[in-house]
Structure formats: C-alpha cells, structure tokens
C-alpha cells in the first residue's frame, strides 16, 4: 500500500481503454474548464433569487386556511421578511369588523395636491421604492373640466395650489361591484364583507387581468423585485395588507387594512395638511363619512357610467 | 483522429463557445437597455403628519417660548391702545407687531384688532356676542362668525382628524382652526408639492406636454 503522495500511479493504465495519465489529466482539465464556462453563461439565472418555498407553494387557500394554519403562515411570513430585511415584524390576519361598511370621501374644495398622501401611502405599506410603486395618483384638472383626457400627474409647480386648476387624488374606489374581482381566473381577489377588495399575494398567479379590468388604474404590479430600505419597512403588517410582496404580484390600496381594521384612520387621511380626505363607517349614522353623504354636495362617484358603485366619494364644501 | 482527441475537441469548443456567452453577457451584447438611476427616497417632511402651524395651547404643552403671548409685558393694563389707521381706512401695524401680517378676508373690514381681540384685557379673545375666550381656546371665537364651518368641524368633516374612527377602540384627535390657519391671515398657505411619480425613460416632462397637446 503506498502512501497517499507517493510518486506511484494510484490509477492503473489500461492500455486497452487508451487511459493514461496524460489524457486523463487533459480530458479533466477541458472538463472543470468546459464546466465552469457553463456554469459562467447561466449567469443571469443567478439572479433568479424569488424561487418559491415549499411551505408557500403547498399553502391552501386564504379562505380554508384554519386558524391553527394561519398562525403557521403568518409565523413563515415574518421569518421571511425578518431574513430578508432584518426586522421581526408584527405580521396579523385582520378580519372585517360586523356592522362596518368602509366608505372614503375627498374634498375635491380643500385638496390643495401636495401629493403628501401619495407618499404616507408608499411609507405605510411598504410599496416598492425602486421600482417605483404608488398606489394613489394625484391629477391635476384645469377649472371648469372633469375631462380625463385633460388630467395632468406629473405637475410639478415651485408651489401648489396653482391658480386655474384643482387635484383629484384617484386610488383603489373599492367598488360594490369590482370588475377587477369578476375577472381574476384564480379567485386571488375578492370582495370583504366590509367592503375592502383584497388581493391574497400567495395566491396571484400575476396574469393582470385585474389591471386591465380596473377603470380607475388602482391596480399596480411588481415587474420586479420590490424594494425597500431595511430601514423604511413598516413592522406593523396585515396578511391580506401591507406585508412585502414579491415579483410578479399584484397589489393596490387596501384602505390600510393594518389600521381600519383594528380602528384606526388610514395613513393618507393623517397625512393630510387640509383635512380634505374623510373615511368611516357608512352604517353608522353618526361617522364622518354619513355626514357628508347627507349633508353635502357629493360628485357621486368617479366613472359613475361603468356601474362599478365605488366607495370612494369626492364632493365639495360649497 | 481517434475518438479520445474528438471528444477533447467537442468538449473544447464547448469551452469557447460557453466563454463567448458569458463574454457576451458580461459586456451586454444583447443590448437589454441599462437599468435606470435610482430613485432618489422622499425627505422627512413628505411624510411628517405635523400640522401647518403651532397652535398656542401645543404652544404650552411644549413649553415653548411664550414672550411673544405676554402682552402686559410691554402694554399697561386697562389702557387699550389706540388703533392706527391710514387714509384708506387699513390698519397700521405698529412696529412691535411687525410680523403680522394683516390678511383676514378678501375685503378688508376685518383687519381691525378689537374685533377679536379684547380690549379690556389683551390676553383674552371675544366673540361677535361679548363672550370672553382664553387664547388657547379660540375654536368658538372663529366659529361666532364662521357658523358653518364650525358646525362641519364638530362634525368632524372640517379640518384635521386623526387617531381613531371607531371612537370605541380609541380617541379622535381632532385639530383647533389655529392648528392650520393663522388667524391674522386664515387662508391656507401654499405649499411645496411632494415630489410626482417618476417619469421613467420615456415620459420626460417636455414629451409629456407635447403629447396632450395632440
């Protein structure tokens, strides 16, 4: 038996099979370099980084999910936000509150189009900041028109407001009666009993039916790997909400499912410097939202003769 | 040529041809356009939730600086001082008040001190009715003559709110006038917009304006 780094061949040649040690040596060396040369090309597969989990990919369904399965989900989605961001967030599944309809109202008299919601927004929700996704678009009209074809977003004046022009903020109407939800081949989104359409993220196979179903542009999609600052993560997060979401996904404006649902008013209302954005419960007589509805002069709604019923309202003081 | 040396061969120009790929990758043969500059994050203040102005009772609460509130600091008790106007009928701002500026409608019959400001003591408002207010609550004294803006505000439907809409699970806060008016010239300021939404490679501002005039 030699040992291991004696000069003797460990191989022994077998001149039938012509293998000896030169072209052994040379085969191999083509070989590892005709390998690494493959292994090079196939580059750009590298960055292939979203490839599915297992847990995620045999996830059921949002609405059969029990709550024992739902605790599992919400723990894999925080061990992969805390993986992929270093912060532990608080993930939760809010569900709708009984006896609440959502409706929002916007002050067409007061919005000045300071774009500060647009922003809040971004900032709540943990929307992809490069690429740039925005749930609300701002536009701009020139008095005396409601003409979309002459709505201006991208003004950008040394101070707003200009004279001779007001601002529509448009974003997510949450329809009674969504045409983003009739076409979605996969059930990915839906209705909530309090009047919040949600889009499931685990559950969208990223078709974009719903973008190209929606008149309002509310829909947005993530062409590709969102991304977000470690440090401008919002912790505070809701499944059907403001978690991460990944390429390929849709997401829109959930009228801040982490914060309604638990009471509180959405980001874009606190932003506000004038107070122009109104949100409530519609069935409560004495919200906020009934008020205007009853008392003032309400635009009924937005794209009124596509018959989708939104739940976004815009009206004026006087 | 005996089968070991084509297979050598084989797998030699699979070297090159792999190398070429990644060659080619590498320097971008395929002309994939360049990704775009980074989008620069908004500033702070795009997101702050702070309100237009200080109002005074935020004023106390902070601690701030109240000198310029103590009014018998420089005048003499129950010895209003006489106002000052020119041959227009507009008020002349004293040099000691010279950062007001006078601005409170669209004519100019309210620009006069004693109409909110109480005469027999300056540290007091008072309404259209006689009624006697503290600085830090002047919401009714705005409201004596703005009727339905006061009645939208109780309402909860003007001005800032925030905090909670299902006041069962916590509380509303919702902004004095003060908060975002400046009571000597009410209208709302204007501001610098936040920045719009990234124009990307092709929607250059230019273009975008010769595509509407189309």
Known sequence: MPAPNSPVNPVPARPDAGVNRRSFLRTSAVLASGLAALAASLAPLRELKDYTSAERFFQKYYKELTPEEMAKVLKRIENEVEQQYGVRPHVRDLKPMDGVEFVYAHNLTRCIGCRKCVHACVAENNQSRNPEIQYIRVLRFPHGSMDMEKAEQFYAPPSVPEPGYFYMPVQCQQCKNPPCVKVCPVHATWQEKDGITVIDYDWCIGCRYCEAACPYWARRFNFTQPSIPKDRLNPNMAYLGNRPRRQGVMEKCHFCIQRTRVGRYPACLEVCPTGARKFGNVLDPNSEVAYILKNKRVFIQLKEEMGTSPRFFYYFDV | ?214
Not at chain 2, 39 to 67: F, G
Not at chain 2, 71 to 84: D, I, N, Q, R, S
């Open chain 2, 1 to 214: 040529m005996n089968q070991q040396d084509r297979a050598s061969a084989v797998l030699a120009a699979l070297t090159v041809a792999f190398a070429a790929l990644t060659a080619a990758f590498g320097l971008n043969l395929w002309g994939h356009t360049p990704p775009l500059p980074p989008i620069p994050l908004v500033e702070s203040w795009v997101t702050n939730t702070a309100t237009v102005r200080t109002n005074y009772a935020d004023l106390i609460r902070m601690k701030a600086d109240l000198s310029d509130f103590d009014c018998y600091g420089c005048h003499e008790k129950k010895k209003p001082p006489v106002l000052k106007f020119d041959a227009d009928h507009n008020i002349v701002v004293p040099e000691e008040h010279k950062d007001i500026v006078m601005g409170h409608g669209r004519h100019n019959r309210n620009n006069v001190c004693y109409n909110c400001h109480d005469e027999s003591n300056l540290e007091l408002v008072q309404t259209r009715d006689g009624r006697e207010l503290k600085l830090s609550e002047s919401t009714p004294l705005c409201g004596s003559c703005h009727g339905p803006t006061l009645r939208d505000w109780e309402a909860g439907v003007h001005g800032r709110t925030s905090g909670y809409w299902d006041r069962a699970l916590g509380p509303i806060d919702r902004k004095p006038c003060v908060s975002c008016h400046n009571p000597h010239a009410p209208r709302f300021p204007s501001r610098t917009p936040a920045p719009g939404p990234h124009p990307l490679r092709a929607l250059t501002r230019p273009m975008v304006a010769e595509e509407r005039s189309h």
